[in-house]
């Protein structure tokens, strides 16, 4: 009689160091956030980088979709509007409200009557306008994920499919100015749940609040990348057919991953209007779609930190150079993206690791020349 021995499963204890980095990451950058920056910045200059953590969400969902799941979310711009819409909706009434009036400003000028639209109405409610501006655009995606993934509809024509669906948004909300503004959009929000936002200390505000969803959401995000869901989703990126011989549906792990991501790009689309106080088609459309994606390429798709401040750097750049080089501005996006995804398709979070392997290439080859 022959008995087996199995050797004992040594494990190496994780550093120090290695387990306090991300917790660590989160806390400096809840400094910086909630600490410095209020600080250091002005109010002017506090209220640009609150536009730019808008964008900064919507890259956390990009990098979860794209950057984890290869799914290439070149539409996000409908969800953000669709976010973004709600909120606003919500304000005009209560502005108008503050006023006296039953309509909003744009509509007592273009309106084709004395009575408010009845899709308007339930948004009169704080509550249900709050849940629209994330549930409005998780419903949108999951019809249109359902279809477009048990379909196997994926690649380009995925990313072609989103476009279309954000410059259909785009058009049809210029076309409906008596309602929707138009394409000047809804704007001069003056209030944010009973709040002045001609106030300075206001404006703060919602600064804080955009900057702590954003490290909440940066939180939950990093929760689905280590979790199993986080492996599935990466499993299905990197070889669907093998996923699905295993037992797996595909189709509902991606479809997890485009809803969370539209939730996120509708939150960040209602935290954008109080910031801004404008919502347009102008910002939702074709070329913003493009911009979001760009961000996150920039920064590293699938670093999560990577995009978020690939996010913020494009968003300065766009706000700086735009004003200097208008006609010039979309060429260098456009030449961003393209460096990015074919050149460096891990974004800069990557440039480490890919100097990190050309290092032993290059004490090879030198030793072999002096041999």
């Known amino acids: 009689m022959t008995t087996t021995t199995t050797a004992p499963v040594t494990t190496h204890p994780v550093p120090l160091l290695e387990r306090l980095r991300v917790p660590g990451g989160f806390v400096l950058g809840a400094v910086l956030l909630l600490g410095v920056a209020p600080l250091v910045l002005s109010d002017f200059r506090l209220s640009l980088l609150a536009k730019y953590l808008c964008y900064a969400i919507v890259a956390v969902g990009v990098s979860l979709a794209w950057g984890r799941g290869g799914l290439m979310v070149l539409g996000q711009g409908v969800f953000f509007g669709l976010g973004g819409y709600a909120m606003a909706m919500?304000?005009?009434?209560?502005?108008?409200?503050?006023?006296?009036?039953?309509?909003?400003?744009?509509?007592?000028?273009?309106?084709?009557?004395?009575?408010?639209?009845?899709?308007?109405?339930?948004?009169?409610?704080?509550?249900?306008?709050?849940?629209?501006?994330?549930?409005?655009?998780?419903?949108?995606?999951?019809?249109?994920?359902?279809?477009?993934?048990?379909?196997?509809?994926?690649?380009?024509?995925?990313?072609?499919?989103?476009?279309?669906?954000?410059?259909?948004?785009?058009i049809w909300l210029i076309g409906q100015q008596a309602t929707t503004g138009g394409?000047?959009?809804?704007?001069?929000?003056?209030?944010?749940?009973?709040?002045?936002?001609?106030?300075?200390v206001n404006q703060r505000m919602v600064y804080f609040v955009i900057a702590a969803v954003l490290l909440l959401l940066m939180a939950l995000a990093r929760q689905l990348f280590v979790s199993r869901y986080g492996e599935l989703l990466?499993?299905?990126?990197?070889?669907?057919?093998?996923?699905?011989?295993?037992?797996?549906?595909?189709?509902?792990?991606?479809?997890?991953?485009?809803?969370?991501?539209?939730?996120?790009?509708?939150?960040?689309?209602?935290?954008?209007?109080?910031?801004?106080?404008?919502?347009?088609?102008?910002?939702?459309?074709?070329?913003?779609?493009?911009?979001?994606v760009i961000g996150a390429a920039v920064g590293g798709r699938a670093s999560l930190v990577g995009a978020v401040l690939g996010a913020i750097a494009v968003a300065w750049a766009q706000s700086t150079l735009s004003d200097e080089f208008p006609a010039a501005w979309t060429y260098l996006q456009g030449l961003l993206f393209v460096v990015a995804v074919g050149f460096l398709p891990g974004g800069l979070a990557s440039l480490s690791v890919v100097l990190r392997r050309r290092r032993p290439r290059t004490g090879t080859r030198t030793t072999g020349e002096t041999a």
């Open 90 to 170: 919500h304000l005009k009434l209560t502005d108008a409200a503050a006023t006296g009036e039953t309509l909003p400003d744009f509509m007592q000028l273009y309106g084709t009557g004395d009575a408010l639209p009845w899709w308007w109405k339930p948004f009169a409610n704080p509550a249900f306008a709050l849940a629209m501006t994330v549930l409005l655009p998780m419903a949108v995606a999951a019809v249109l994920g359902f279809f477009v993934f048990q379909r196997r509809v994926k690649g380009a024509y995925f990313a072609i499919l989103s476009q279309a669906l954000a410059a259909a948004l785009s």
């Open 183 to 200: 394409t000047n959009g809804l704007t001069g929000i003056q209030g944010f749940f009973g709040y002045s936002l001609d106030d300075p």
């Open 234 to 292: 990466v499993a299905v990126r990197d070889s669907e057919e093998r996923v699905r011989f295993l037992g797996y549906n595909p189709a509902n792990i991606k479809l997890i991953a485009y809803v969370v991501a539209a939730g996120m790009a509708g939150l960040a689309g209602a935290l954008f209007v109080p910031a801004v106080g404008i919502i347009s088609p102008a910002l939702i459309g074709v070329v913003p779609s493009i911009g979001f």
